[in-house]
């Protein structure tokens, strides 16, 4: 299995700023991903974080909100930009196997204030 | 497309009863179906999976699913609740061209002392 970190694991944002948050992989995973958890409800795959090439996004979400970096195999990057109070979630970085099993990390739970 | 029903957004036990939490899945082949569990402020840990093998898989903490392609359903199963498996639940198929997870709505599970 893989053991996800990420961080920060919680922060409160003052809304038109931006947060970036880190996630970090202590082996080798074929894919990333990053999921959205809005309060009350399942998680939402955001984009898969290619590395070193730009990230693949689902319907609905788009680069310029937020930018994803994986510069190596174990570390990739999100930003959520212009933040507002819909942007109040769980945000979840998960790493996948050749096996097609996903491990997550712990979360960063972000308000919008 | 894939997809993941679960049929009860909660589901209530007595400690020592047994649980049953039911997952529909609608997909074009094969799939490969997993079960997540997250507890309360904690990150998602994959419970068990199904890939094609034996149609019963026995996961962690007890916790066993059975792949019926008949009723196309993969429902969750423990013989015996114990407290500290009150959670949420998740029914998961996996899109296996790109290693996407779709998640189900989720079965928030109560156990009574």
């Known amino acids: 299995s893989a053991v996800i970190s990420q961080k920060p694991s919680r922060d409160i944002c003052q809304r038109g700023t931006s947060l970036t948050i880190q996630c970090q992989v202590d082996?080798?995973?074929?894919?990333m991903f990053w999921y959205r958890q809005q309060p009350g409800q399942s998680l939402t795959l955001i984009a898969t974080?290619?590395?070193?090439?730009?990230?693949?996004?689902e319907s609905g979400f788009v680069i310029d909100k937020f930018p994803i970096s994986r510069p190596n195999l174990t570390f990739s990057t999100l930003t959520v930009s212009n933040l507002s109070p819909e942007d109040s979630s769980i945000y979840l970085c998960?790493?996948?196997?050749?096996?097609?099993?996903?491990?997550f990390g712990p979360g960063t739970r972000l308000l919008v204030l | 497309a894939q997809s993941v029903t679960q049929l009860d957004s909660h589901v209530s036990v007595s400690e020592g009863t047994p649980v049953l939490l039911r997952c529909n899945y609608s997909?074009?082949?094969?799939?490969?179906l997993f079960w997540y569990v997250q507890h309360p402020n904690k990150g998602l840990q994959l419970l068990l999976k199904?890939?094609?093998?034996?149609?019963l898989v026995k996961g962690i903490n007890g916790f066993e699913a059975e792949f019926k392609k008949s009723e196309t359903s993969f429902h969750l199963t423990k013989p015996s609740a114990h407290m500290s498996d009150a959670a949420e639940y998740f029914c998961?198929?996996?899109?296996?061209?790109?290693?996407?997870?779709?998640f189900g709505s989720g079965t928030r599970l109560l156990v009574r002392p």
């Open positions: 082996s080798q995973v074929t894919m």
């Open positions: 997909s074009s082949y094969s799939p490969s």
């Open positions: 998961v198929v996996s899109d296996g061209s790109r290693y996407k997870l779709i």
């Open positions: 998960s790493g996948g196997t050749s096996q097609e099993t996903q491990y």
């Open positions: 974080a290619n590395q070193g090439s730009e990230a693949t996004y």
């Open positions: 199904y890939t094609s093998a034996a149609t």
